[in-house]
């Protein structure tokens, strides 16, 4: 105790003395902490500097060997020896917080030091952090998040900078032991880094502006703010934290630097800029989605975005469809249909919910961005099995087509759809030959493919066979583009079947035609009239092209009673006869029209050797009993052949009528 008032005694004395010398040899020599000896040294030291009694370096000398371990640390400090100093605090278990005292503030000194260059900045940097930590952890175990939210903002703190490989402040918080609440958890996380910390902040503010000046010139990722304890996306997502809807959407759509990039230049409607910045990195619209992007619901769903920038993303979303695109809008047929042919192309595979590639090109058709023969040639060619089958057509290849058809088991109808029809097209296509059209039009679908095949076998027994076994009625297979009693004409008189093959689709043309022509040619006259009666048939309506049942039975068969002849005279002249000759001599042109086009009916078929339709009419023109429209008509519409012209001339169409005419 002697010792130790002895010690203080020398020590005021060489103090007040002013005598620093004497002051350092001597605590060196005794190996004096002053804190130990008497605290009160400093106080006592600091009242004689504020009389100015004593000299600042003395004063100085006192303050910093109040401690030992401030002497250490501004040893090793000065030598900017930064691991020897992690060294020093860590074995002899040092924590700067704790050797800063009302005379020395070691942030304070730090900076002093700093500033004259004394010190590197890792030093200061090191020195920061570590004295931070302390109070960071101290506020933190007061639970007191607003305090440490004040503490962090005054000081600047980095809570990521308070990490060593002595310490971690996340593993820290999460300790069980340590007992931190949620609120100071939750606040660590979101402030860990300064550029999380810094766009929450924009985030909660609904600064777009700044948020983006930001990330731009920080060169930061939102996705980068990302760590095994935090989520960008679930914390804009979750109700908690109150963040608006619009800035969820600019997190999740800018997350990365592409889609960062990109999404500015779909925003500011820049078509331009945005295919060369695709093309001059390489990048595919449609990757940059994910759970939780979807690039063509973002264009969808902002009305800001031009329609034009839409319909670019679209038709350009990925790689695949975005050369084929390219190609197309380069409007060179030539090097599109090369390029289809050598890559075996379907265009409808470049298609999805959102994207019609044809619906496309008839955008860039009325554009004038293509022409018509690009447009046409991308809806010919729409699948791949279309695009084989016009290659065929246009080579008129039927052998070749044929076999295609039945090898793939395919009808030639089900390739239309509402951009497409094939009886359009190759009515339209004077390159396509006559034959061809005909196999076209005559092997449509299966049904039809399949009796036409039967015919053109030319074996009447085979085909009665399948007829009758099948119930067939020859009209079935017609439609507005196909006359299978004129297909039977031309393939007699291209010799490909017999008279009687012929005949036999004329006279089963309905089922009521071929039933009532069997029990006439049987001589059944009591089956045929009751038949007749019983079924209300009207005789009249069994006429059609080149085919007159009176004609047909008086003139055709052989061995016919005259009763069954009669019988049939009878009720066409009751019936048939009468309703066409009442609606001209009561001049109905309407009806007259309204009857000829329901029943396929042609003036010609009423001619007898008694009566000519012709002489008849110019009669009652010439009595002026009917109008020259109703003359007309009737001569116009004398005959198939006749009525087809007339019908080709009102059409205007050329084409089909010198087709025609060359028949």
Request: proline share 0%; aromatic share 14%.
């Amino acid at each position: 105790m002697r010792d130790k008032l002895r010690i203080v005694n020398d020590i005021k004395d060489f103090i007040n003395k002013n005598d620093i010398n004497k002051l350092k040899d001597y605590i060196k020599n005794e190996n004096i902490e002053i804190k130990r000896i008497d605290k009160d040294i400093e106080n006592y030291t600091n009242k004689l500097y504020n009389k100015g009694k004593i000299s600042n370096e003395l004063n100085y000398f006192v303050k910093i060997h109040y401690d030992k371990n401030i002497v250490n640390f501004i040893e090793i400090i000065k030598k900017n020896d930064l691991e020897k100093l992690k060294n020093y605090l860590l074995k002899n278990n040092v924590k700067l917080y704790d050797i800063n005292y009302k005379y020395f503030d070691i942030m304070k000194y730090s900076i002093f030091l700093m500033e004259r260059k004394e010190i590197s900045s890792d030093i200061y940097t090191y020195i920061k952090n570590h004295f931070n930590r302390i109070k960071v952890i101290e506020i933190m175990k007061k639970n007191n998040v607003n305090e440490l939210r004040s503490f962090s903002m005054k000081n600047n703190i980095e809570f990521k900078e308070l990490n060593d490989n002595t310490f971690d402040i996340i593993n820290y918080i999460n300790s069980p032991k340590n007992k931190i609440s949620d609120d100071i958890k939750k606040f660590v996380i979101e402030t860990f880094v300064f550029k999380r910390k810094n766009i929450i902040k924009y985030l909660k503010e609904e600064n777009v502006i700044d948020l983006k000046k930001y990330i731009k010139n920080n060169k930061i990722e939102i996705k980068d703010l990302n760590d095994e304890n935090f989520d960008i996306i679930d914390y804009v997502n979750s109700s908690t934290n109150s963040i608006s809807f619009k800035m969820k959407n600019f997190v999740i759509s800018h997350y990365n630097k592409e889609r960062f990039e990109i999404i500015e230049l779909i925003s500011n409607n820049d078509i331009n800029y945005l295919k060369e910045y695709i093309e001059k990195n390489s990048i595919e619209l449609e990757k940059l989605n994910d759970e939780n992007f979807d690039i063509l619901n973002f264009i969808n769903k902002n009305i800001e975005i031009s329609e034009s920038m839409k319909i670019f993303v679209i038709s350009h979303l990925n790689k695949k469809r975005y050369d084929i695109v390219e190609l197309i809008r380069e409007n060179n047929l030539t090097k599109l249909k090369n390029y289809v042919e050598k890559n075996n192309i379907e265009f409808k595979s470049f298609e999805d919910s959102y994207f019609n590639i044809i619906k496309y090109s008839f955008h860039l058709y009325n554009y004038n961005i293509i022409f018509c023969n690009v447009k046409d040639y991308i809806i010919t060619r729409y699948t791949k099995q279309r695009r084989l089958i016009i290659n065929m057509i246009k080579k008129n290849d039927i052998n070749g087509l044929k076999g295609y058809i039945e090898k793939n088991s395919i009808e030639l109808e089900k390739l239309n759809d509402e951009n497409f029809d094939i009886l359009k097209y190759i009515n339209k296509n004077i390159k396509i030959s006559k034959s061809m059209k005909i196999f076209v039009i005559s092997h449509l679908n299966k049904k039809r493919y399949d009796i036409v095949e039967l015919i053109r076998e030319n074996n009447l027994t085979k085909l009665k066979n399948y007829v009758e076994k099948n119930n067939i009625e020859f009209k079935s297979f017609e439609d507005s583009s196909f006359n299978i009693i004129k297909y039977s004409f031309y393939f007699y008189g291209c010799k490909t079947i017999s008279c009687d093959v012929r005949d036999y689709v004329i006279t089963g043309y309905t089922r009521q035609r071929r039933l009532i022509i069997n029990m006439i040619k049987k001589n059944d006259f009591n089956g045929q009239k009751k038949y007749i009666i019983e079924n209300n048939v009207k005789i009249d309506e069994l006429n059609g092209y080149n085919f007159n049942i009176v004609k047909y039975t008086c003139d055709y068969l052989y061995n016919i009673s005259s009763k069954v002849t009669e019988l049939i005279k009878d009720f066409y002249y009751k019936r048939g006869f009468s309703i066409p000759i009442c609606l001209i001599k009561e001049n109905k042109l309407n009806q007259l029209k309204e009857y000829t086009e329901k029943n396929n009916f042609i003036f010609e078929s009423l001619n007898t050797n008694n009566f000519n339709i012709i002489e008849y009419i110019l009669t009652l023109y010439q009595q002026n009993l009917i109008s020259l429209e109703m003359k007309n008509f009737i001569i116009y519409h004398y005959n198939e052949k006749r009525k087809m012209i007339v019908k080709l001339f009102e059409k205007n169409n050329i084409n089909e009528l010198k087709e025609y005419s060359e028949k």
